[in-house]
């Protein structure tokens, strides 16, 4: 392992004219939505494992990638980049070819969702959804696999909403059963290199997600949120349904009751029971009002 606390922006890296690692491939953990939530949590838990010699942080904003390096003792690489933008991938692509790592692991956790039916959403947001949920991580995980061996691991940031499709989250819900698919048909085509795939399917849990999900129009944005999981909890849960070679990791007792209901049951009735949710918290709200 390289010493401790040692920090290399992109740029230094982009700088780097050898594999850094004397004698041998370095091993790291490429984490993308590093800066919150559940992509900071894994990177606290994959600094744990002490299994990398470095752990490559993802996201836009710099200031709390910072705060994210500041909490771990790997060497950390910062790369503050818009994914939705294709020539992010440039700088990542570069580094991996200057350093030729080991990638141990990819946690493909950037994401985010809005409510809003088709017409409340622009056009700009339902795109971006897809643009970073689904095209991103394709990219990202098209990007790490030459760099990956046997015993490594790939998390994808599915969600229960997966298994249903969701009217006024349209489109997050289908982004993330694009998740699920495509995690399930690359888990088959990299077992024989002993690469391990992984979707991780929680239901609610607590991030900044919800400050970014309301849409300015959506009149059917969820009062409650109800069986919320905490970061940590689901990141300990997905390491170890990867260590153990788990095509999904679904946290909670409630979600996997919703998992398997969402599969038994027509979608028209699994729309039906959401449209009832959706409805009783509004008259809910209503009737404080
Ligand atoms: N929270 C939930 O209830 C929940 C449930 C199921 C699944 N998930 C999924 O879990 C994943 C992580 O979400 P979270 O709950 O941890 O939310 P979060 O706290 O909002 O984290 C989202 C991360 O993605 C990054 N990001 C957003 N837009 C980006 C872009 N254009 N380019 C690069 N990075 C970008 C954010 O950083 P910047 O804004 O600085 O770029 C942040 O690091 C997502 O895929 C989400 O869909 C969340």
């Not at 992010?88 to 990638?103: G, H, K």
């Not at 997966?162 to 989250?169: N, T």
């Not at 349904?241 to 009751?257: D, G």
């Amino acid at each position: 392992m390289e010493e401790k606390n040692e920090t290399v922006t992109a740029e230094e890296t982009l700088r780097t004219p050898e594999p850094r690692a004397a004698g041998g491939h370095s091993q790291i953990a490429i984490i993308t939505g590093a800066s919150s939530g559940i992509g900071r949590e894994f990177a606290r838990q994959i600094d744990r494992l002490k299994e990398v010699d470095e752990i490559w942080i993802i996201a836009r904003g710099l200031k709390k990638l910072d705060e994210t390096r500041e909490e771990l003792d790997t060497p950390v690489v910062q790369f503050p980049l818009d994914l939705t933008k294709k020539e992010s991938f440039d700088n990542i692509r570069e580094a991996l070819l200057r350093q030729m790592p080991i990638v141990k692991y990819l946690v493909n956790a950037a994401g985010y969702g809005k409510f809003g039916s088709t017409t409340e959403l622009t056009l700009e947001e339902s795109e971006g959804i897809i643009e970073l949920n689904d095209r991103a991580l394709v990219t990202m995980t098209g990007l790490a696999v030459p760099y990956m061996v046997g015993g490594s691991h790939i998390l994808h940031m599915g969600s229960i909403s997966a298994y249903m499709p969701l009217p006024d989250f349209a489109a997050y819900a289908a982004s993330k059963a694009f998740v699920v698919s495509y995690s399930y048909a690359q888990r088959a085509e990299l077992k024989p290199k002993g690469i391990t795939v992984t979707a991780v399917c929680p239901f609610w849990v607590k991030t900044a997600f919800f400050d970014r999900v309301a849409n300015a129009n959506a009149t059917r944005i969820p009062e409650k949120y109800r069986f919320m999981s905490s970061p940590d909890h689901v990141v300990k849960k997905a390491l170890k349904a990867a260590k153990k070679n788990k095509p999904v990791s679904i946290n909670r007792p409630a979600a996997k009751c919703l998992h398997v209901a969402a599969k038994l049951l027509p979608k028209r009735v699994v729309i039906a029971l959401w449209r009832g949710m959706q409805k009783r918290q509004r008259s809910e709200k209503e009737a404080k009002i």
